[in-house]
């Protein structure tokens, strides 16, 4: 059943694509819709024996593809986001020749992401994050302005750099495992003691995994990417692109093939808090809508890579969690940023002022997805950094702990004051005549604003079925 997740797209891909001159608009978007919101309920309903079994797709597509409660919380976030971004995108993206284009391009990461949260094999990991990568660059550059130009070649250049250093850590451990599955590669690095080859392919790996992510200091691309994209880009990146190439191949590494060391796991604390504190700080300073929830991106997988650096059971659930509840809560204030930039033709905060009153849906949800970011009680981002803070606290990393609580006060200082001046205040003359968003952009944000509320609301469900799964890859 596994290879689905990839066939699927690619079949979609091919059949609306090769037939003819350039991408058909309305029915490849419905077959794309069709199948992300299949893939977020079939794994939302069906457990992973279900999707395990053997059929005789298995007999000619040879992928090497393994699903376990990991992959099952990555795929379900792929599904919701990219659905999130093909709604959005449906009312955003305003010229129809590239409505086709856009929608393909949107597949096209689709494959990559579900691959790279599939595979087992180093190699065929770091090709399915690049499948991902190079849809990212052009979606960014889509509307050939220059400020997407510019957002798509920073992205270009220092994920080029993030590719050396992966390419060159395979290279190195296929010397030393003669394999690159992730089985050969643990089973290796086990044996090899405090060689220096083994501990310069991982550094290598890892570098190359925090550029993608955009964690500091390598976070240079991730502020101009994320702000200059299209609307319907921003959301499929910042929901889950970066963290599907980047953050869930960390996390899958550090866990169940490179070798679980002291220096790593202090490594992973101190990058995740450095970039808790500096996304923080540098969101305080912002005008522009987009450009302050991008560097938020930066601080909240701060609080992933500080869970995963704890090394624990409780580290590892709490970093999966939060980097669903991320997924959910930031595509959905990206959402609402692309409804109000529809409506109003900027992101610039200081031309806006009193939305409140004339997009209450708008300013409802931006109100869930910002008390959810900033772990207010019973919302479901409250229920991760909980846990993070625990598995800190019970790690006995108690200033890491610390720094995480006080950056959670930052966190809604920066966001509240982002509401209080898109939504509340007084309406400028020239938005009087502004009106709610379009179905497109209302529907992704009510249907992520109640996920995120069910999954606070229902946590003893959710820590049983998703989260202790993922604790047990240790």
């Not at 995108?89 to 284009?101: I, K, L, Y």
Request: contains cysteine; aromatic residues 8%.
């Amino acid at each position: 059943m596994l290879p689905l997740f990839i066939l699927a797209p690619l079949a979609v891909l091919l059949l609306f694509n090769l037939p003819m001159h350039r991408p058909t608009q309305r029915p490849t978007w419905w077959a794309a819709l069709l199948l992300s919101v299949s893939q977020a309920v079939g794994v939302t309903v069906a457990p992973v024996s279900f999707w395990g079994q053997s059929t005789v797709l298995e007999r000619f597509f040879a992928f090497g593809l393994t699903m376990d409660g990991l992959s099952r919380v990555l795929l379900l976030t792929i599904g919701l986001v990219v659905a999130a971004a093909l709604l959005v995108g449906r009312q955003t993206v305003t010229m129809r020749d590239r409505q086709g284009g856009f929608t393909s391009l949107v597949v096209i990461a689709m494959i990559g992401m579900n691959g790279t949260v599939l595979l087992s094999d180093l190699f065929s990991l770091y090709v399915f994050i690049e499948i991902t990568s190079v849809s990212s660059f052009v979606l960014v550059a889509m509307n050939r302005d220059p400020d997407g130009l510019e957002g798509a070649f920073k992205y270009l250049i220092l994920s080029a750099v993030a590719t050396i250093l992966m390419i060159g850590s395979v290279a190195l451990l296929l010397l030393v495992s003669g394999s690159t599955g992730f089985g050969a590669v643990a089973s290796a690095l086990k044996g090899s003691g405090h060689a220096a080859i083994p501990r310069i392919a991982v550094g290598a790996f890892v570098c190359g995994l925090l550029i993608k992510g955009g964690l500091v200091p390598f976070h240079g691309w991730l502020p101009a990417a994320y702000s200059a994209a299209p609307a319907p880009v921003s959301v499929l990146l910042a929901g889950v692109a970066t963290k599907a190439s980047g953050i869930y191949a960390l996390v899958r590494l550090t866990t169940s093939v490179f070798t679980s060391s002291a220096s790593l796991n202090e490594t992973l604390l101190l990058v995740g808090t450095v970039s808790i504190v500096v996304g923080a700080v540098a969101a305080l300073t912002q005008t522009d809508m987009k450009r302050l929830l991008a560097y938020s991106s930066i601080s909240q997988v701060g609080y992933i890579v500080l869970g995963l650096g704890c090394g624990s059971e409780l580290g590892i659930a709490g970093a999966v969690f939060h980097l669903f509840n991320h997924a959910v809560f930031k595509s959905l204030l990206f959402v609402n940023s692309a409804a109000v930039e529809r409506r109003l033709g900027t992101t610039d905060m200081n031309r806006m002022g009193g939305l409140g009153s004339r997009m209450p849906l708008t300013s409802i949800t931006s109100a869930i997805a910002t008390l959810s970011t900033a772990g207010i009680p019973p919302l479901a981002g409250f229920w991760s950094k909980l846990i993070i803070v625990l598995a800190l606290w019970r790690g006995q990393h108690y200033a890491y702990a610390g720094i995480a609580v006080l950056f959670s006060v930052v966190t809604l200082a920066y966001l509240l004051g982002m509401h209080r001046r898109v939504f509340f205040g007084k309406t400028p003359q020239e938005l009087l005549e502004i009106r709610e968003a379009d179905w497109g952009l209302v529907l992704p944000a009510v249907a992520l604003a109640v996920i995120t509320v069910a999954v606070g609301l229902l946590i003893p469900l959710v820590f049983n079925t998703f989260l202790l799964p993922v604790g047990g890859i240790l």
